[in-house]
T-cell receptor, first 109, second 117 residues
Framework: GQQVMQIPQYQHVQEGEDFTTYCNSS?????IQWYKQRPGGHPVFLIQ?????EVKKQKRLTFQFGEAKKNSSLHITATQTTDVGTYFC?????????FGTGTRLKVLA | DAGVIQSPRHEVTEMGQEVTLRCKPI?????LFWYRQTMMRGLELLIY????????DSGMPEDRFSAKMPNASFSTLKIQPSEPRDSAVYFC???????????????FGDGTRLSIL
């Protein structure tokens, strides 16, 4: 079945450093979504990418969708302590999304 | 606007007992998802409904698990009998499904933290 993997599994960074998480699907995706889950919280939708090669920005966050629509990345510039949490990508199937394994980000002040 | 509402927020019970988790999706959403999250297995999709009909329950771990959606505003996930390995956070999420290939964001509830002793 379809699988969505993320790397790295964990990342510790100093506040102010950049952070990137990568998402890879075993199959071509019609679109991909990104979610953030704060410790003790629930996943919250961040963004959706639809087009091949698409790049979207939200303040310090940059999201990319690969040309082959099988991979995606999330880059955070100059991390802050508020960026702490687990970031999930979710690849679109017919009716549902397959969530990636997640990358847990810890930001050290 | 009210988000997805789950109850109870926390549940502690002894193994062998029946557990029922409840979910009220966002009004107007026609897709509902039940997830289980653990440290070891991450976020797993258990079952999802579209227009109150179960579409895919391949993620339901065993016959001990069952889910229903009797109407558009209510769903339950039941575990009977419960076992310690069922301990996890269970999330319900809803979304608006428009047409094939056009997926919408999922809105998650706060989850039910289930502990089976």
């Amino acid at each position: 079945g379809q699988q969505v993997m993320q790397i790295p599994q964990y990342q510790h960074v100093q506040e102010g450093e950049d952070f990137t998480t990568y998402c890879n699907s075993s199959t071509t995706l019609s679109n991909i979504q990104w979610y953030k889950q704060r410790p003790g919280g629930h996943p919250v939708f961040l963004i959706q990418l639809v087009k091949s090669g698409e790049v979207k920005k939200q303040k310090r966050l940059t999201f990319q969708f690969g040309e082959a629509k099988k991979n995606s990345s999330l880059h955070i510039t100059a991390t802050q302590t508020t960026d702490v949490g687990t970031y999930f990508c979710a690849g679109a199937g017919t009716y549902k999304y397959i969530f990636g394994t997640g990358t847990r980000l810890k930001v050290l002040a | 606007d009210a988000g997805v509402i789950q109850s109870p927020r926390h549940e502690v019970t002894e193994m062998g007992q029946e557990v029922t988790l409840r979910c009220k999706p966002i009004s107007g959403h026609n897709s509902l998802f039940w997830y289980r999250q653990t440290m070891m297995r991450g976020l797993e999709l258990l079952i999802y409904f579209n227009n109150n009909v179960p579409i895919d329950d391949s993620g339901m771990p065993e016959d001990r698990f069952s889910a229903k959606m009797p109407n558009a505003s209510f769903s339950t996930l039941k575990i009977q009998p419960s076992e310690p390995r069922d301990s996890a956070v269970y999330f319900c999420a809803s979304s608006l499904w428009v047409r094939l290939g056009e997926n919408q964001p999922q809105h998650f509830g706060d989850g039910t933290r289930l502990s089976i002793l």
